[in-house]
C-alpha cells in the first residue's frame, strides 16, 4: 500500500506562500495508479479537496482555490508539491496529501501537517 | 458544488447497538451508465487521518470489519454500524465523486452512550 508523508513548515505568515511537500513510498507518482491529492481541514471542521496532479503532470484544482494553488509533481524525488499563496489566517488547518483512484475515492492518507498562519 | 449533507451531527450509542448515520445529496450520485453510486465513507478517529470505509456507496473497503455497511441511492445514502465497539468512537464523513470538485458532508460525531 502507498504511503505519504506530508513536510514542510508549520508557520506561514500572512500575504506569503505555504509550500509543503509529501513523499511517496511504496508507489510511484510517475505510475498513472492515481491522482496525487491535497486535501485539508480546519481544526475543528470538515474536510476541503484542493486538488491534484496526475502522472502527466496535469493538475485539477478545486475551483474555489484554483487562482491560489499550484500542485507539481517531482518524479526524481517521488513526491508532489502545493503551494498556496496570498495565505490569510483562514488557511490555518492540517493539510493531508492522499490518493484518489481514477475513480475517485482516497484511499491512502498521510498523517497530516498543521499549518498555522500568523504573523 | 454538490453539497453532501449528514445527520444527525452527533449521535450516542449503547455498544453492541446499531448506529445509523445518514447523508444527504443536492443532486443524485447515481450514473445511470454504470448503475454505480458514486459515495464514499470515511472514519475519522481525534489525531489521524480519514480511512477509507466504503466507496461505490456500499463495498467496504479493504480490512475494513463487516459490522460496517452502506446502502442508498441517488440523493439518499446510510452507513450503518450493526453493533457499536469502543473502537468505532470516531467523525463519519459522506464523500461525493460523482463531479469535481469531490465534497464532503460535514461529520458526523459518533460517541458512547
Known amino acids: 500500500q502507498v504511503q505519504l508523508q506530508e513536510s514542510g513548515p508549520g508557520l506561514v505568515k500572512p500575504s506569503e506562500t505555504l509550500s509543503l511537500t509529501c513523499t511517496v513510498s511504496?508507489?510511484?507518482?510517475?505510475?498513472?495508479?492515481?491522482?496525487w491529492s491535497w486535501i485539508r481541514q480546519p481544526p475543528g471542521k470538515g474536510l476541503e479537496w484542493f486538488g491534484f496532479?496526475?502522472?502527466?503532470?496535469?493538475?485539477n484544482y478545486n475551483p474555489s482555490l484554483k487562482s491560489r494553488v499550484t500542485i507539481s509533481l517531482d518524479t526524481s524525488k517521488n513526491q508532489f508539491s502545493l503551494k498556496l499563496s496570498s495565505v490569510t489566517a483562514a488557511d490555518t488547518a492540517v493539510y493531508y496529501c492522499?490518493?484518489?483512484?481514477?475513480?475517485?475515492?482516497?484511499?491512502?492518507w498521510g498523517q497530516g501537517t498543521l499549518v498555522t498562519v500568523s504573523s | 458544488d454538490i453539497v453532501m449533507t449528514q445527520s444527525p451531527d452527533s449521535l450516542a450509542v449503547s455498544l453492541g447497538e446499531r448506529a445509523t448515520i445518514n447523508c444527504k445529496s443536492s443532486?443524485?450520485?447515481?450514473?445511470?451508465?454504470?448503475?454505480?453510486?458514486?459515495v464514499a465513507w470515511y472514519q475519522q478517529k481525534p489525531g489521524q487521518p480519514p480511512n477509507l470505509l466504503i466507496y461505490?456507496?456500499?463495498t467496504r473497503a479493504s480490512g475494513v470489519p463487516d459490522r460496517f455497511s452502506g446502502s442508498g441511492s441517488e440523493t439518499d445514502f446510510t452507513l450503518t454500524i450493526s453493533s457499536l465497539q469502543a473502537e468505532d468512537v470516531a467523525v463519519y464523513y459522506c464523500?461525493?465523486?460523482?463531479?469535481?470538485?469531490?465534497?464532503f458532508g460535514q461529520g458526523t460525531k459518533l460517541e458512547i452512550k
Open positions: 511504496g508507489g510511484s507518482v510517475s505510475s498513472g495508479d492515481y491522482h
Open positions: 443532486q443524485s450520485l447515481l450514473y445511470s451508465s454504470n448503475n454505480k453510486n458514486y
Open positions: 492522499a490518493t484518489r483512484v481514477l475513480s475517485g475515492w482516497f484511499g491512502s
Open positions: 461505490w456507496a456500499s
Open positions: 464523500q461525493q465523486y460523482y463531479n469535481t470538485p469531490p465534497t
Open positions: 496532479v496526475y502522472y502527466s503532470g496535469s493538475a
